[in-house]
């Protein structure tokens, strides 16, 4: 049994302690948490298992890695605090734990990743033996192994597209939401996670994955960008209020460009509300959905709908990042100590988990 640790109890973190308790492989060992009034509450409650898994939430970063544990699944977010992520990530691969990790986007393409990011996470292997895999869904799996499984069943391509199709009312991070999407702010606001260059640092490292895998040389990464208000005010569920005339849906793509040409395309389209921009692509059913669109002979197309925690759509997508991270511990503990990425790590069957539930 690989003693595994998970660092945070957000979004990601919450199935990550299902996901742990539920692997045959693994052993729930310690919960980290930043929030002094979840010290000490059982780690089954802070996962919505509605029972106890005997393992209490500590706040205590040195002693937690002061026990070796063999993994450690980071779930606390790096959007907003890259560079304390960058060093918790780092201080754990150097206690000796495998590390997985959605929370640090420029290492998901590890080879091409900023030596600020790349370095300190190698000095962290070369001093402790650990290792560390950055993964996700979307950066992740649905625009890295899945669109690549996906094109091995075609004769021909011409452009692979990934798309991810969201009503962000259903993600639990309003101010990333307000703040670094922009919705519900006014059409002037500039949000952050549209700067120019911002999503080809996001998304960027996906589409040069996919072209490492295809063999296929890149000219240049663009990016497009729309924007649409919302035409009336609108009140959701989760998160209150939009006004009319505030943002109310984007959509970008972050495109490969192979011998002139959009051949690898990221494409996000994101409302705060269905009834904005409904000419633009939507989901099959309910809030959310990834799907992969391969141009060719023939022409392929697979759509991924993951609910969890109440047939929420995005809480399924973080279980499906998750699915993944936690999947690739025991690989990454037989393996090397280093830096992986998604084309290092195979995505294998949910071997001993058929029927198996957390408790």
Same mark, same amino acid.
């Given at each position: 049994m690989i003693r595994t640790v998970v660092w945070g109890t957000g979004n990601v973190g919450r199935a990550a302690i299902r996901a742990v308790d539920a692997h045959p492989g693994l052993e729930l060992a310690a919960v980290l948490v930043s929030d002094p009034a979840k010290v000490g509450r059982d780690a089954g409650r802070l996962a919505g298992l509605g029972c106890d898994l005997g393992v209490v939430a500590d706040d205590d970063v040195g002693a937690v890695l002061g026990g070796r544990p063999g993994a450690v699944v980071y779930a606390a977010s790096g959007?907003?605090?890259?560079?304390?992520?960058?060093?918790?990530? @780092?201080? $754990?691969?150097?206690? =000796?734990?495998?590390? *997985?990790t959605p929370a640090l986007y420029p290492l998901y393409d590890q080879r091409n990743a900023p030596p600020e990011f790349r370095d300190p996470v190698l000095a @962290?292997? $070369?001093?402790?033996? =650990?290792?560390?895999? *950055?993964?996700?869904?979307d950066p992740g799996w649905g625009n890295d192994v899945l669109p690549l499984l996906v094109s091995g069943l075609a004769a021909t391509v011409d452009v692979i597209r990934c798309q991810e199709i969201f009503d962000y009312s259903t993600y639990e991070q309003e101010e990333s939401v307000r703040e670094l999407v922009g919705m519900g702010r006014p059409m002037e606001y500039e949000p952050p996670m549209l700067w120019p260059s911002v999503p080809t640092m996001i998304w960027g490292g996906q589409v040069r994955l996919m072209a490492r895998a295809l063999g296929a040389e890149l000219d240049e990464i663009r990016e497009s960008m729309e924007r649409r208000p919302l035409e009336t005010t609108v009140k959701t569920r989760t998160m209150?209020?939009?006004?009319?005339?505030?943002?109310?849906?984007?959509?970008f793509e972050v495109q490969g460009i192979v011998d002139g040409e959009p051949r690898i395309v990221i494409e996000h389209v994101t409302r705060i509300h269905?009834?904005?921009?409904?000419?633009?692509?939507?989901?099959?059913d309910g809030a959310g959905a990834h799907r992969v669109i391969v141009e060719g002979s023939p022409r392929i197309e697979v759509t991924v709908?993951?609910?969890?925690?109440?047939?929420?759509?995005?809480?399924?997508?973080?279980?499906?990042?998750?699915?993944r991270l936690v999947g690739a511990i025991d690989?990454?503990?037989?393996?090397?100590p280093g830096l992986y990425d998604a084309l290092d790590v195979p995505l294998g069957p949910a071997v001993g988990k058929l029927g198996r539930r957390p408790r």
């Open positions: 959007d907003t605090r890259p560079d304390g992520a960058l060093a918790d990530v @780092a201080r $754990a691969v150097a206690a =000796g734990a495998v590390v *997985v @962290a292997v $070369a001093e402790g033996g =650990g290792s560390l895999f *950055v993964s996700g869904v209150g209020v939009f006004e009319a005339g505030t943002q109310g849906a984007i959509r269905p009834s904005c921009a409904p000419d633009w692509p939507v989901p099959p709908a993951a609910t969890d925690e109440g047939e929420n759509r995005s809480a399924g997508g973080n279980a499906t990042a998750v699915g690989w990454l503990v037989a393996a090397e």
